[in-house]
């Protein structure tokens, strides 16, 4: 179990530009989830997968930003055309679930992005 | 999603015990609360979760009041490496999707 990896952990980017991040859950978790945190603020929901399929988007989720995850393993996070007010850190986290039952969601370390 | 109260911040000495409160007056039935810690510079990470009995880990125990409408996380000795947020998160077991919704959480710093 190697856990939550993202890449990259950190990003600078010029206001404009697009930066995409990847996140690979662990191994065989069915359910992928997308959040972005704030300094001195908790994690916020961006959106979420179960397999292959987008069946959560927060409205924090403008157009400008993308979630994919294609095969039902790793995900992308993509940002078009990024504004400073998307400078954060953007967390990935993934879970197996069962049936209905409180199991844990495991979160990566983040992805940092600074756009100047 | 049912709310949760805690304290913005707490404080405790290194090697004593830490009672994290957490109020959730508007807690259903089918909702389990869970625990999350963040260090500085890193993800989320689980720390604990119940339903309605007290549990323990490793890590840490919870304490569930009678009429589940508070509980309290208790870190039995407390290390300079438990300085974190601890977040107290409602989630419905019954409900598909059941994301983790997270507040603000409490502050511990732990004094050596």
């Known amino acids: 179990d190697t856990g939550v990896s993202q890449d990259p952990r950190h990003k600078i980017t010029k206001r404009g530009q697009n930066v995409t991040f990847r996140c690979d859950p662990i191994s065989e978790h069915n359910r992928l989830y997308w959040y972005r945190q704030t300094l001195g603020q908790g994690p916020e929901f961006l959106t979420y997968f179960q397999n292959e399929a987008q069946l959560e988007k927060s409205r924090l989720l403008s157009d400008r930003f993308s979630a994919e995850r294609p095969k039902g393993s790793f995900s992308t996070l993509e940002i078009q055309r990024t504004e400073q007010g998307d400078s954060a850190m953007y967390l990935c986290?993934?879970?197996?679930?069962?049936?209905?039952?409180?199991?844990?969601?495991?979160f990566g370390e983040g992805s940092w992005l600074t756009v100047v | 999603d049912a709310k949760t109260t805690q304290p913005n911040s707490m404080e405790s000495n290194e090697e004593e015990p830490v009672h994290l409160p957490c109020n959730h007056s508007t807690i259903s039935g089918t909702d389990y609360i869970h625990w999350y810690r963040q260090l500085p510079s890193q993800g989320p990470e689980y720390v604990i979760h119940g339903l309605t009995s007290n549990v323990n880990n490793r890590m840490a125990s919870l304490a569930i009041a009678e009429d589940r409408k508070s509980s309290t996380l208790i870190l039995h000795r407390a290390t300079l490496r438990d300085a974190a947020v601890y977040y107290c998160i409602l989630r419905d077991g019954a409900a598909y999707g059941n994301k983790l919704v997270f507040g603000a959480g409490t502050i511990l710093r732990v004094k050596s």
């Open positions: 986290a993934s879970s197996l679930e069962v049936g209905s039952f409180g199991n844990t969601i495991y």
